[in-house]
């Protein structure tokens, strides 16, 4: 015999579970990016992608005339800065045309990538 709260509160939890899948699944997909949205980075893919980025960006960690650093930047911060030259809240031609072609999947691994390295 069934315990009708049980089969309840199974049912509450269902609901919030998929309605959490398909909030999750709806930010990946849909555009603009929010910041909170970022999954976890994949490193190897971080390392792939980065090649993209380290002729301009030193991986030593040392800022090259007007290019900042960007090693060992904590990945929430990281996430943030390539989310708004994306959406144009930072103003910068280079980094809106870089981060233009770039998904939260591909902003999330580089943030991974780049917060594990250390400046030399
Ligand atoms: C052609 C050179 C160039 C390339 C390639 C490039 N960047 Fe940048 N990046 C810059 C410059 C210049 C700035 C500073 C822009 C500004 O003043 O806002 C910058 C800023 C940043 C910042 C903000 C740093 C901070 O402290 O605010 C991050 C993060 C960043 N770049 C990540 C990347 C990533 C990741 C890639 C590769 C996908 C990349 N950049 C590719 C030139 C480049």
Wanted: hydrophobic share 50%.
């Amino acid at each position: 015999m069934i315990d009708a709260t049980a089969w309840t509160w199974t049912r509450r939890l269902l609901v919030i579970a998929v309605t959490a899948s398909m909030a999750a699944l709806a930010s990946v997909a849909g555009a603009p990016a929010t910041e909170s949205a970022a999954p976890d980075g994949d490193l190897a893919y971080g390392e792939y992608l980065s090649s993209q980025c380290v002729t301009c960006h030193q991986v030593s960690g040392h800022a090259d005339g007007g290019v900042p650093a960007i090693v060992g930047l904590p990945t929430d911060a990281f996430v943030d800065a390539l989310l708004a030259y994306k959406n144009g809240e930072r103003d910068n031609q280079v980094m809106r045309s870089v981060t233009g072609a770039l998904g939260l999947e591909e902003i999330a691994a580089l943030a991974a990538y780049f917060a594990k390295l250390s400046p030399d």
